[in-house]
C-alpha cells in the first residue's frame, strides 16, 4: 500500500513524550508521573494537526514526510502552554530587587505606591504602539524558550481604558502569532491609587460597567482576581468572579498567596477554572478544589521572587488528587519567560518529578486555560504544536537549568524556531 505523503516528520526522537491520554480530564495522583515516553518516537503532522504518533518504525511504514526533522539524541514534548502570565506591561521594577533583599515585603512594597501600582503608571503612559512592541518582543522570547501558547492577563490598566488597550495588544499579537495567547481580565489585580480608601466604589465598577464591557467585546475567556488580605477580600473576590460569570467569563483565582483567606475554598464554591499560587491553602479548602474539578495552578517562581521561605506544597496537593498544572507567574516583579526554569523550580523547590512538571506544563496547563480538546498533548487530531530539546533524556527538564535547551518549535505544524533562533 502506497504510504500516504504528509507535510512534516519528526523521526528517531530519542524520547517522544506524548502526555496523552488526558485530554477529557486532567491527569491526577499517580497518573502525573507518567506523561509516556516512546523511544525512537516519530509524529506526523499535516496541515497543522497531527496524523500519527508512534515508533519511527511504525509511523514510515504508514507515512512519508515532504519534510523530515532528524530528532535523534533529542526529546521531543508539547508546546509548553503557560497558563498564569502577566503578559502586558511596560517598564520595569529592577530597584525593586535591593529592596526586597533589605526586607521589604511586597504588601510592604504595594503600600509604597511601588510594586504593582508603578507599573500601572508606566502602562498608563506607554502608548498603544510602544506597548504592542514590547509586548511583541516578549511573546518571541517565551516562543524561543519552548513555549507556544500562554494565558496573558491584562491588569496594569486598572481603568476601563487601559484595560481594554491591553486586551486588545493581547489579542492582536494572538491573531498574528506564531504564540497563541488566551486573554484573561484582571482588572481587579490592584486597587488604583485613586480608589484606595474606595475599595467597594472600584468593585462596583468593574462588575457593573467593566466586566459587561470587555465581555461584550469578546477581549476576554477569563475573568481574575488578586484575592488577598486588605487588597480584594472574599466577599468582594466573589462578587468579581459572579459578575463575570453572569457575563461569560470562566473565573480564575489568586488564592491563598500571602495569608490563608479562603481563596481555595472561594475557587470551589464559585466553579473556577483554576486557584493559583495556593501557598497557604487549607486542608478543606483542597479537598473542595477536588470535588469540584477546580486545577492548582502552581507559580514556584512567585516565592523564589517574593523571597519567601515558603512554596506550595505539591506533594500534598497531589495526593489529594487535584490536578496540578505549573505556570511562570509572568510580572515585572516575576520576570521569568521560560517554562524551562519553572520546571526546573518545580523539582527543585516543590519536589515535583521532571515527569509530573512536565505533565503540569502541557497537558493540565491546557486544562487550566480550557484548550485541552485542541493542545497539550502530542495524539492525533491536536494541534502540532511540538518542542525539540537538544537532551538525551526528559529529566534533563528540571535537572538542567539556566539554559536554553531547545533545537526546535513547532507551531501549527510550521517550523517557528531553529537551532534556537526563530526562523517566523
Ligand atoms: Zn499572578
Not at 532528524?70 to 529592596?99: C, K, Q
Not at 530539546?389 to 535537572?399: A, E, I, K, Q, T
Request: some cysteine; aromatic content about 6%.
Amino acid at each position: 500500500m502506497a504510504r500516504k505523503k504528509v507535510g512534516l516528520i519528526i523521526l528517531h526522537a530519542k524520547q517522544l513524550v506524548t502526555a496523552r491520554g488526558h485530554s477529557h480530564t486532567p491527569a491526577v495522583g499517580s497518573d502525573m508521573d507518567d506523561p509516556e515516553v516512546l523511544d525512537d518516537g516519530a509524529v506526523a503532522v499535516d496541515d497543522g494537526t497531527i496524523v500519527a504518533v508512534g515508533r519511527t518504525g511504525e509511523v514510515l511504514a504508514e507515512h512519508s514526510g515532504t519534510v523530515n526533522i532528524d530528532a535523534s539524541n533529542r526529546i521531543v514534548t508539547p508546546g509548553f502552554i503557560d497558563p498564569h502570565t502577566h503578559f502586558v506591561f511596560a517598564g520595569s521594577r529592577e530597584t525593586e530587587l535591593e529592596l526586597k533583599i533589605k526586607g521589604a515585603g511586597y504588601l510592604e512594597i504595594l503600600q509604597r505606591g511601588g510594586g504593582i501600582l508603578h507599573t500601572v503608571h508606566d502602562t498608563r503612559a506607554a502608548s498603544k504602539i510602544q506597548l504592542f512592541q514590547t509586548c511583541k518582543k516578549r511573546s518571541e522570547n517565551i516562543l524561543l524558550h519552548g513555549t507556544t501558547t500562554i494565558e496573558a492577563k491584562s491588569g496594569y490598566g486598572l481603568t476601563l481604558e487601559d484595560e481594554i488597550k491591553s486586551l486588545e495588544i493581547i489579542k492582536q499579537i494572538d491573531e498574528q502569532g506564531p504564540l497563541s495567547l488566551v486573554p484573561t481580565f484582571l482588572g481587579a489585580h490592584a486597587i488604583p491609587s485613586e480608589y484606595q480608601i474606595r475599595t467597594s466604589e472600584y468593585v462596583n465598577q468593574i462588575c457593573d460597567d467593566w466586566i459587561p464591557e470587555v465581555a461584550g467585546r469578546g477581549l476576554a475567556r477569563f475573568c481574575d482576581v488578586f484575592c488577598e488580605k486588605g487588597v480584594f477580600e472574599i466577599a468582594d473576590s466573589r462578587r468579581i468572579l459572579e459578575s463575570g460569570k453572569r457575563a461569560g467569563l470562566l473565573p480564575k483565582i489568586h488564592a491563598d498567596e500571602l495569608y490563608p483567606l479562603g481563596g481555595a475554598e472561594l475557587a470551589a464554591e464559585v466553579g473556577a477554572v483554576s486557584a493559583d499560587h495556593l501557598l497557604y491553602a487549607s486542608d478543606a479548602g483542597l479537598e473542595q478544589m477536588k470535588q469540584a474539578g477546580v486545577i492548582a495552578t502552581l507559580l514556584p517562581a512567585a516565592p523564589l521572587t517574593l523571597m519567601l521561605d515558603r512554596y506550595a506544597d505539591a506533594r500534598k496537593i497531589i495526593a489529594h488528587e487535584v490536578p496540578v498544572a505549573l505556570g511562570s507567574d509572568l510580572s515585572p516583579s516575576c520576570w521569568l519567560e521560560n517554562q524551562q526554569l519553572v520546571i526546573a523550580l518545580a523539582c527543585y523547590k516543590l519536589k515535583m518529578t521532571p515527569a509530573e512538571a512536565i505533565i503540569a506544563a502541557t497537558i493540565n496547563a491546557a486544562h487550566a486555560i480550557r484548550k485541552a480538546h485542541e493542545i497539550g498533548s502530542i495524539e492525533v487530531g491536536k494541534k502540532a504544536d511540538l518542542t525539540v530539546f537538544d537532551v538525551p533524556d526528559f529529566r534533563f527538564l528540571g535537572y538542567r537549568f539556566g539554559t536554553n535547551m531547545v533545537d526546535r518549535v513547532v507551531k501549527n505544524g510550521k517550523v517557528v524556531v531553529e537551532n534556537g533562533r526563530l526562523i517566523a
